[in-house]
């Protein structure tokens, strides 16, 4: 199997143009946050951020396959005291634009600096917005499931009749469980908070999120042979993630430092060679 890597130096609003109609599985990024990294993006302001993003999803809207996915890491800024409202501006736009805001995910920043501010405390988070282009679209929840966790050694050794079956909620709200689906089960499905920490060092970029972030949304939303798209590459670590799970991968980059770096050092193509998967007998003694 042939696993190709494109990078391109430009605008994204321009580059995406050579991309065909519904040709990616899933575009992962993060683009400049308002009035940030003014030295090498320019520093969008606040009140202009929607302005500048719609027609930048309007291309990846046309891009992304019927049923792919786009996962965008975004966090408001302070302006004058108070959180701006760029992102929910930005949330409503899109969802005018045709796109479907299917699920928000939180990222734990488990190592965030620490600091000091009068009406406020640190970051420690950050949004990861899910948009889709229709509700069925492609999602691999297997791939990203987590152990059970402790909490099972105390709670499902002493069953009671109710756990047995399938119990209402007691505030009428209509959702019901059986816990004794769970003794069998070793693994479970995650949250939609993942806790991760920052990685900067090394990257050559001031804002380079790390390698499992983009990596258990690949995971969750793209299979071996898919394409993903990176229209804010950075260091290009979506791209370098994308490679070494056997992913076709498209990136753009506005700065020719960040573009020259990536392309030194990532491969434009490798051959990867999977074994099919076989059913093996059962030897009895």
């Known amino acids: 199997m042939e696993v190709k890597t494109e990078i391109y130096l430009g605008d994204s609003k321009e580059i995406l143009k050579q991309i065909p109609d519904n040709s990616v599985n899933l575009i992962f990024t993060s683009p400049p946050y308002a009035d940030q990294r003014k030295s090498t993006y320019g520093g969008i302001k606040p009140h202009k951020y929607v302005e ?8 990846l809207f046309r891009t992304l396959k019927p049923s792919g996915t786009f996962v965008l890491n975004i966090k408001e800024k302070v302006v004058n005291g108070e959180r701006s409202t760029y992102v929910m501006e930005l949330i409503l736009a899109m969802r005018d634009q045709g796109w479907l805001w ?9 190592n965030s600096f620490p600091g000091k501010w009068s009406n406020r405390f640190r970051d420690s988070w950050e949004r990861l917005l899910q948009f889709n282009k229709q509700k069925k679209f492609d999602m691999y929840q297997e791939e990203v499931m987590v152990p059970v966790g402790d909490w099972a050694k105390t709670r499902l050794k ?4 109710t756990d047995k079956i399938r119990d209402n909620a007691k505030n009428g709200s209509g959702f019901g469980k059986n816990v004794s689906n769970w003794l069998t089960r070793d693994k479970a499905y995650p949250t939609n908070v993942l806790h991760l920490a920052t990685e900067c060092n090394n990257k050559n970029h001031s804002a380079a999120f790390p390698e499992n972030l983009p990596e258990w949304f690949i995971k969750l939303f793209s299979k071996n042979g898919d394409t993903i798209l990176d229209p804010f590459m950075g260091s290009g670590t979506t ?4 490679q070494k799970m056997n992913r076709n991968s498209i990136g753009i980059e506005i700065v020719p430092e960040y573009y020259r770096v990536v392309k030194a050092k990532i491969e434009k193509t490798k051959y990867v060679l999977f074994e099919p998967k076989v059913k093996y007998e059962t030897i009895e003694d």
Request: without cysteine.
């Open 52 to 59: 500048w993003f719609l027609p930048i999803s309007k291309e």
């Open 239 to 242: 791209n370098f993630v994308a």
């Open 158 to 161: 002493n069953l009671s009749e």
């Open 102 to 110: 299917t699920e928000e995910f939180i990222w734990h920043k488990k």
